[in-house]
């Protein structure tokens, strides 16, 4: 471990709004530095001025992921990491952590910024729900794809009614490969760790609630997740509240790249997004129309997403805004994705609780 004195800033700039003074620089901590800690890791580092990113924590500590960095506190033990004086803290551990590290922000008043799923069971949300209406500290929930600027147009062009009377939402969501099995095994499933969040997208796009779901799925792709009790496969079909239909398709295995499409249909017409490819370059021969290949997987297909979202929280907690998605965002999807789950197994449409 690591510790050099943090240069810190003491001029008070503005208030949060809470009761609380926020320095010249906004303290933040990562607690997790996997795949997705490393995205936010280097967003903050590289577009935040006034972010500091003063402690990461994770048990297996890659030093090569500060080398050159100045992150003036590196941990291995999350204890030591909670002791730290930070406005807030980005949780991208694995997801059984995230509940217990929430709990233990909130005792700290940190502002959080929780990667999907906050947990595996719809009454910890509930618990975490409750801990924050009595505690002012904002929560928002990393659903990154609302950031997307694909996804968001489509959803502002929803608002405006000039679709007409949607019909029905298509979400196309294909991961290029599995993710390791370890991450697989602590991962809550298909449902709750990959469809979730195009239960949240959508809501999102449809900006009405899910009211039923109906879940088929299975594994045409790897048995090794017939061992824990995974898929790999699904067609869900939703009923939303404003009387509307959406169909998702979700892949482990896309052997062409990361497949992410949405597509809205109204009265009015259709709006849809195309994949992003490499580059936008066109081979036009004698053999057909060449594209790139598409992005390989999340780092790459939703990297703006990921800074937006950040930004986001940051001017969430600075100039003490409504943080979006929140704990309601959390709890609609994970109950969707419960109800997906449940819906498999019973062969029959579930209702979506809204507690
Ligand atoms: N929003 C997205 O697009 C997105 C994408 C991928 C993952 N995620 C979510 O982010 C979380 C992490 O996923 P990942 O893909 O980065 O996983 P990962 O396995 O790559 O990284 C997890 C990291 O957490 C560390 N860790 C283990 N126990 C810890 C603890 N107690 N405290 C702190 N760190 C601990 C591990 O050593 C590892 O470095 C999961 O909840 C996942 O669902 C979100």
Known sequence: VRKIRPKRDKKTKSQLGLGKEIKMTFRLGIIGAGRIGRIHCDNILSLHKKAELLAICDPRLDHTLVTNKSISHLFTQEDDFFCQNLDAVIIASPTPCHKRQIEKAIERRWHILCEKPLDLTLDSHLE????????????????????????????????????????????????????SMEYLSSSGGMFLDMSIHDFDMARFIMNSD??????????LTDNRLLEIDDIDTAIITLKFDNGTFGVIDNSRSATYGYDQRVELFGSQGSLANNNHH????????????????????FLERYQLSYAAELSAFIDSCINNKAPMPDISDAIHAISAAIAAKESLRLHQPVKVLKP
Do not use: M, W
């Open 128 to 179: 975490i729900r409750d801990l924050l209406s009595k505690n002012q500290v904002k929560f928002q929930i990393g659903f990154n794809r609302r950031f997307d600027n694909d996804f968001a147009k489509i959803a502002d062009y929803q608002k405006t009614g000039k679709l007409g009377r949607p019909y029905y939402v298509r979400i196309t969501s294909r991961d290029p490969g599995l993710p």
């Open 210 to 219: 899910i009211s039923e779901i109906f879940a088929r799925g299975g594994v």
């Open 278 to 297: 490499t580059t936008t370059v066109e081979l036009c021969d004698e053999k057909g129309t060449h594209q790139e290949p598409l992005l390989d997987f």
